[in-house]
């Protein structure tokens, strides 16, 4: 008798738990599938259209502030390689027209390059997003944890006992908040992907300007290897979700569910994790010093 009403009595409670526990699980998985989803349509985003406002402002900062002092540098280096054509052609003894025609050639290129600076550093970007949204075209598979799944594990749920099921509970809310967790790192380095590029975009006049000297083009060439880096993170933080969703889908969820969970978990972690080595591998390849 006793037992009966203990038996009872746990599936009382078990028939409390579980829907709370299928709504916990069906809820964390979701977020997951969420989270992955907004990183690739995020990285694939140009400047112009994550953010029009911020963009407005830092094209704004740029052909405002920076432009007149880009300018100045740009002057000064004209100047300076006028004095150094003519010191090199023996304060114009050895006088040829040619030279001259040179300078006011190469001179022209620097002024026109500046003045487009900010068209060539978004079509840097335009360039790299046409290859991460090719990317993750051919990248397939998602998070999504399908109804048949879920069916399943609440199956193997109700077939355990109270305080399985209890254990179990408590489990998924701390594996859950856990991830919460983690998927707000993640916003943290996509978003902060996307304020780097805008503080790199709005210092590009002055870097730019350096160009027209061959003993300066460095400072130049390097930040535009910069650009191509931040670019082409993109790219690479597709492939890490892409290896993330392969990931996934290799996990059981009916069987072994705890398991099941903290792999979810494990995996989440180990994509945040290599999405902060995007950064540094980008600039690895691109020699970005």
């Not at 998927?183 to 210092?203: A, D, G, N, P, Q």
Request: overall charge negative; hydrophobic content about 55%.
């Amino acid at each position: 008798m006793v037992t009966d009403v203990l038996e009872k009595f746990g599936d009382w409670i078990k028939s409390l738990i579980i829907p709370h526990l299928m709504d916990l699980l069906s809820g964390m998985f979701n977020d997951v599938n969420s989270q992955v989803g907004s990183i690739a349509s995020d990285v694939a985003t140009t400047p112009s259209a994550f953010s029009p406002a911020i963009f407005g402002m830092i094209k704004n900062i740029s052909d405002n502030v920076m432009m007149p002092i880009a300018g100045i540098i740009l002057t000064f280096i004209a100047c300076y390689e006028l004095i150094q054509m003519v010191v090199g052609y023996n304060n114009l003894a050895n006088f040829e027209t040619w030279f001259i025609f040179r300078w006011i050639f190469k001179t022209f290129l620097a002024v026109e390059l500046i003045t487009h600076t900010f068209d060539i550093t978004m079509a840097v970007f335009d360039v790299t997003q046409h290859v991460i949204s090719g990317a993750g075209g051919l990248i397939a598979g998602g998070t999504a944890v399908d109804s048949s799944a879920l069916s399943s594990m609440q199956t193997t749920i109700e077939a355990m006992n109270v305080f399985g099921v209890f254990f179990l509970f408590l489990q998924v809310w701390v594996v859950q908040l856990l991830t919460l967790l983690m998927s707000k790192i993640i916003f943290v380095i996509i978003y902060s992907r996307m304020i780097e590029i805008y503080l790199w975009v709005s210092l590009a006049p002055i870097p730019f300007a350096t160009f027209a000297n061959k003993d300066q083009s460095a400072i130049g060439q390097n930040y535009f290897r910069g650009l191509l880096a931040l670019g082409f993170q993109g790219f690479l933080i597709m492939i890490c979700v892409g290896i993330y969703a392969v990931l996934i889908s290799t996990i059981t969820f009916s069987s072994d569910i705890i398991g099941s969970l903290w792999g979810v978990f494990g995996y989440t972690v180990l994509l945040a994790f290599t999405l902060l080595k995007t950064n540094s591998i980008a600039k690895v390849i691109f020699q970005v010093h």
